[in-house]
T-cell receptor, first 113, second 113 residues
Framework: AAGVIQSPRHLIKEKRETATLKCYPI?????VYWYQQGPGQDPQFLIS???????DKGSIPDRFSAQQFSDYHSELNMSSLELGDSALYFC????????????FGPGTRLLVL | GENVEQHPSTLSVQEGDSAVIKCTYS??????FPWYKQELGKRPQLIID?????GEKKDQRIAVTLNKTAKHFSLHITETQPEDSAVYFC????????????FGKGTHLIIQP
């Protein structure tokens, strides 16, 4: 079965640079979530979208923004990167706003130097 | 906001024995409780979930129980196998509205041969 696709899988950036992470949900899934997971930590919810509208907001820094496009893929834009932004970034998707089961993608490993 | 406590942080059991991981949550509005298994560097994998209108759910060697009055839920793994070794996360959410998950800190399950 098709899964969530994330790109790139690995990304190295310098401090103060910008980064864009992409997420392609499971086919026919219209809800996307973004999570950040630091080393040895639990995933922290950042933001979610349903039908291209922001739905829920977690601990997303003001330097980050995200959107969902008409084909339901989503992008997480990260500006003024800091060393502490180094983490695994996961995208998850679910089918429908009231379907709770979230399926995670393989993640993007971001390293900020 | 929601707070999820998870215990123990590390659990070592003999192969073939049972393992139990416990979580408590704080927000009485939460009604969806998934469990994820995560191997090192990999994505969180949904292994079982339960809604608050159900007290117990079983899937082969895995079961989850929920006590909504006490606000706690548990994961039970029977007949443990080496491939069960991983970090297990419990989580909670309102179970809809594209709400993000609040995760526990994780339990490192080690299956001793």
């Amino acid at each position: 079965a098709a899964g969530v696709i994330q790109s790139p899988r690995h990304l190295i950036k310098e401090k103060r640079e910008t980064a864009t992470l992409k997420c392609y949900p499971i086919p026919r899934h219209d809800t996307v979530y973004w999570y950040q997971q630091g080393p040895g930590q639990d995933p922290q919810f950042l933001i979610s979208f349903y039908e291209k509208m922001q739905s829920d907001k977690g601990s997303i820094p003001d330097r980050f923004s995200a959107q969902q496009f008409s084909d339901y893929h989503s992008e997480l834009n990260m500006s003024s990167l800091e060393l502490g932004d180094s983490a695994l970034y996961f995208c998850a998707s679910s089918s429908g706003r009231w379907e709770a089961s979230q399926y995670f993608g393989p993640g993007t490993r971001l390293l900020v130097l | 906001g929601e707070n999820v406590e998870q215990h123990p942080s590390t659990l070592s059991v003999q192969e073939g024995d049972s393992a139990v991981i416990k979580c408590t949550y704080s927000d009485s509005a939460s009604n969806y409780f998934p469990w994820y298994k995560q191997e090192l560097g990999k994505r969180p994998q949904l292994i079982i979930d339960i809604r608050s209108n159900v007290g117990e759910k079983k899937d082969q060697r895995i079961a989850v129980t929920l006590n909504k009055t006490a606000k706690h839920f548990s994961l039970h793994i029977t007949e443990t196998q080496p491939e069960d070794s991983a970090v297990y996360f419990c989580a909670a959410s309102t179970g809809g509205g594209a709400d993000g998950l609040t995760f526990g800190k994780g339990t490192h399950l080690i299956i001793q041969p």
